[in-house]
């Protein structure tokens, strides 16, 4: 696993209810490899991880095309919901 600084750090989770976590990579060792220096999202703090086999590096420009398409899907649902009256308004 390699990584730039910039790319981000994302940690699958694999129980029901929990999220990912994504932590920004801000420092790398030698040749970018681990371990890491990350800052994470849902914290605010940073943090030396070793990436487990949970863990991918996800690019800088691939983790901004995702927020993209996350931001567009929430539009769309919200634009949909708005296109339907509520009960009271029925």
């Known amino acids: 696993m390699r990584a730039q600084v910039g790319d981000w750090l994302v940690v699958h989770s694999h129980t029901e209810g929990r999220h990912d976590r994504r932590a920004e990579i801000v420092g790398t060792g030698p ?3 681990p371990p890491y ?3 994470w999202t849902d914290e605010d703090r940073e943090a030396l991880v070793f ?3 949970d863990a991918q590096v996800v ?3 691939e983790h901004a095309a995702h927020a993209r ?3 567009a899907l929430i539009d ?3 634009a949909g919901i708005g296109a339907h009256p ?3 308004e029925r």
């Open 37 to 39: 220096t990350v800052r």
């Open 59 to 61: 690019t800088a420009a």
């Open 86 to 88: 509520s009960p009271a």
């Open 51 to 53: 990436p487990g086999p």
């Open 69 to 71: 398409s996350e931001a």
């Open 76 to 78: 769309r649902v919200q």
């Open 31 to 33: 040749d970018g490899v």
